[in-house]
């Protein structure tokens, strides 16, 4: 079985509560406040598995949960920080928001990324010591680990996609240019899923990998057939070659073949369309190049502008000089497609919060509380010691309508805002 788009629920760990505790020790009169600090929760990780090329792990398990932090303890002990989650996805997975569609990161250029942070470990009770507060009796609870839904979507990697009618050949030059073992059989739809193989030609950096994209038929871009599920995974091909019958085996007009596909891929999509492609005319061995299908082919391809190799995948003949022409073409296209995010920081910031964005403010004289669960757990991901993140800090509460919130109640410059415990002057 083949997958390639699931949803999936992921969850980082929450910090470990501080600790309230006194040192106690003989000869040690007063030893004061030692409670320790709760570690930080277990992110979730996402790393690209070089040797998978499927989503078929997530068909039965669609939750991810990272380890909480422990809580600290006395004696000054740290509490354990949690484990990890780490998630593998084949390359070419692309994690999207599943409410929106938006690209969220592309897992072909990197291979690993953090999708939730763990939870911020909270401070014993001996950080709240002072000469006036000598016996601290509270300390600070930890931080909640983001979560969230996601869709994992696969587009493979391959810098050349085969297209063509089935029982083309498609399978079978797959085969006798790599090590891949496609299913092989006179019949339509033996190719259920796309086949990966690298073909190497000699000499470094000369080898390219290339996919076999089975079931496009007649209204594949509408769903006919396998097509309208296979179709993404020649997104990211930088050269299609474009195979078909010339043989005419089973009474089709190879021209007619391949302005249906053509067709096809330009009601997906229109950059698909433009991708160059070299038109491959398979079982030479069976057919006479003079005949009228093959000149009127011949005479279609040099219209369109397309090169046009007569091959033989089952015997070899062209073979050779066909991956050669691959070769020298894709040294000219530009590299593969990658996708750049398409969220911003402040959207992917408040997916992971777990909660409504609801908002209270109450007064009390000059001081403004405001208060939110999410205002809360977001709390968890910002750094207040550092400019930048105190900027971030800012600008999600203005997007989330916080100082509109603020201005309705009647604040002024020079009031305070108090988030929870955290207070700055208001300034217009």
């Not at 990890?84 to 070419?92: A, E, F, K, M, Q």
């Not at 050349?160 to 050949?169: A, K, M, Q």
Request: with cysteine.
């Amino acid at each position: 079985m083949f997958i390639d788009i699931v949803k999936i629920y992921v969850k980082a760990g929450d910090g470990g509560n501080g600790a309230i505790a006194f040192h106690r020790e003989k000869y040690v009169p007063n030893g004061g406040p030692d409670g320790g600090d709760g570690g930080r929760g277990g992110n979730i990780i996402f790393r690209v598995d070089e040797g998978a090329n499927t989503l078929l792990a997530f068909r039965y398990k669609r939750k991810f949960v990272a380890e909480n932090g422990e809580d600290g303890k006395g004696r000054k002990f740290h509490g354990k920080s949690g484990e990890d989650t780490v998630i593998l996805v084949p390359p070419g997975t692309l994690i999207k928001d599943p409410e929106s569609g938006k690209i969220i990161f592309d897992m072909s250029r990197d291979r690993e990324f953090i999708a939730c942070r763990g939870g911020r470990g909270g401070w014993g009770n001996r950080h709240f010591a002072t000469p006036t507060r000598q016996i601290p009796r509270f300390a600070k609870s930890g931080t909640k680990g983001e979560e969230k839904e996601l869709q994992l979507e696969l587009k493979m990697l391959a810098d050349v996609g085969l297209l063509g009618f089935p029982n083309v050949g498609k399978s079978s030059l797959l085969a006798r240019v790599s090590a891949a073992k496609p299913k092989i059989a006179d019949y339509h739809f033996t190719t259920l899923s796309p086949n990966l193989g690298v073909v190497a030609l000699g000499g470094e950096g000369r080898g390219f990998v290339m996919a076999d994209i089975p079931g496009l038929i007649e209204g594949a871009s509408d769903g006919a057939g396998l097509g309208h599920a296979f179709l993404r995974h020649v997104d990211r091909c930088r050269l299609l070659l474009h195979v078909v019958d010339i043989s005419a085996s089973e009474g089709r007009d190879p021209t007619e073949d391949m302005r249906i596909i053509d067709r096809e891929l330009a009601r997906y999509s229109e950059a698909l369309a433009s991708r160059p492609q070299i038109a491959v005319a398979n079982k030479c061995d069976l057919a006479d190049r003079e005949s009228d299908a093959a000149k009127r082919f011949t005479a279609y391809c040099e219209e369109l502008g397309r090169p046009l190799f007569f091959i033989s995948a089952a015997t070899g003949d062209g073979v050779r000089e066909l991956m050669e022409s691959v070769a020298k073409t894709l040294e000219t296209l530009p590299p593969m497609t990658e996708y750049e995010a398409e969220i911003s920081p402040e959207e992917e910031a408040l997916a992971g919060v777990g909660c409504g964005i609801e908002t209270t403010v109450r007064r009390e004289n000059r001081t403004y509380f405001v208060e939110g669960k999410w205002i809360e757990n977001f709390m968890g991901q910002i750094n207040f010691d550092d400019y930048e993140s105190l900027r971030f800090f800012q600008r999600v509460l203005d997007k989330n309508g916080v100082f509109a919130l603020l201005r309705e109640k009647g604040i002024e410059d020079g009031d305070t805002v108090n988030i929870y415990d955290f207070e700055f002057e208001y300034v217009q």
